[in-house]
């Protein structure tokens, strides 16, 4: 007798704390740093179409994978420079597609020119009475 395969239900995400996971316990983001946040990477990486993907992330977040990664990858971009990588590392690091796509992000994120913002972080990390958020 042939089994039948069992079709899978929509994918269904969690929120634990800061963190958005899939029912058995995987990681949206690490799943997104590990495909150089590319929508279609993650949901390889989880056997979804990404039409799924793109309304699980949306129901569990309010915005889309897009914007939801973006957002992550910025602030990544952000502690990276604070431990003191140069921005030309935090492009390959986080898969920006070269260091004007960084400005970019950056210049829309966080409103100032990538150089202002490094000046900005740089004198943050030396700051004794700055407290990171």
Not at 9 to 34: C, F, W
Not at 103 to 128: H, N, S
């Amino acid at each position: 007798m042939a089994r039948k395969s069992k079709k899978k239900g929509p994918l269904k995400l969690v929120r634990n704390s800061h963190q958005l996971l899939t029912e058995d316990g995987r990681d949206i983001m690490t799943l997104a740093e590990q495909n150089q946040f590319k929508v279609a990477g993650v949901a390889g990486a989880l056997d979804v179409p990404v039409q799924e993907l793109e309304n699980a992330i949306k129901k569990a977040t309010g915005s889309g994978p897009k914007e939801y990664f973006r957002r992550h990858r910025i602030i990544l971009a952000q502690r990276y420079l604070r431990m003191g990588y140069k921005a030309d590392q935090i492009v390959t690091l986080l898969g920006f597609s070269h260091y004007t796509h960084l400005a970019r992000e950056v210049k829309l994120f966080y409103g100032m020119t990538i150089t202002a913002w490094t000046k900005t972080e740089q004198a943050r990390c030396l700051d004794p009475d700055y407290a990171f958020g």
